[in-house]
């Protein structure tokens, strides 16, 4: 008698939903960071207004650094949904980054800067909480 296994569409119901919240949370900011740069890109300030921030005039630089935190957060996010141990690492160096960021910015943009604060360390508890969890391999 052989014991009956989780369809393939159910995996994700194995996974703890703090986990799964990061991994989504930090997939949907890195597109919409993806966004905010090409609009940085675009020498706008529709976004946010940071002419008078860390990168002055040079507007584009702000728009390379949501890129490069977008494409930590798309990476790490579906990392983290695969259950990788390079997900939770990437997901710290990401959390990090933006609280880095959320302190540079506050003085120009507090609710940007404060929501954005927010969002990095509920990844950081998420990851930190469900640090005893690990991706079990299948066995047939």
Same mark, same amino acid.
């Given at each position: 008698? *052989?014991?009956?296994? /989780?369809?393939? +569409?159910?995996? +994700?119901?194995?996974?703890?939903?703090?986990?799964?919240?990061? @991994? %989504?949370? /930090?997939?949907? $900011?890195?597109?919409?960071?993806? $966004?905010?740069?090409? &609009?940085?890109?675009? #020498? &706008?300030?529709?976004?946010? #207004?940071? &002419?008078?921030?860390?990168?002055? #005039?040079?507007?584009?630089?702000?728009?390379?650094? #949501?890129?490069?935190?977008? %494409?930590?957060? $798309?990476?790490?996010?579906? *990392?983290?949904?695969? @259950?990788?141990?390079? @997900?939770? %690492?990437?997901?710290?160096?990401?959390?990090?980054?933006?609280?880095?960021? *959320?302190?540079?910015?506050?003085?120009? +943009?507090?609710?940007?800067? !404060?929501?954005? /604060?927010?969002? =990095? $360390? !509920?990844?950081?508890? =998420?990851? *930190? %909480?469900? &640090?005893?969890?690990?991706?079990?391999?299948?066995?047939?």
């Amino acid at each position: 008698m *052989s014991t009956p296994t /989780m369809p393939p +569409a159910l995996d +994700a119901l194995k996974r703890p939903g703090w986990l799964t919240f990061a @991994g %989504v949370l /930090m997939i949907s $900011i890195g597109c919409l960071r993806i $966004i905010s740069a090409i &609009s940085y890109f675009a #020498d &706008s300030a529709k976004v946010n #207004d940071l &002419s008078h921030g860390l990168f002055g #005039d040079q507007i584009w630089l702000w728009g390379l650094w #949501d890129l490069v935190i977008a %494409v930590l957060a $798309i990476w790490g996010g579906f *990392s983290l949904l695969g @259950g990788n141990t390079f @997900g939770r %690492v990437i997901g710290y160096i990401w959390a990090g980054v933006v609280l880095v960021q *959320s302190f540079l910015v506050l003085a120009w +943009a507090p609710w940007y800067g !404060f929501a954005a /604060m927010l969002l =990095a $360390i !509920f990844v950081m508890y =998420a990851i *930190s %909480v469900t &640090s005893g969890w690990r991706e079990e391999p299948e066995r047939y």
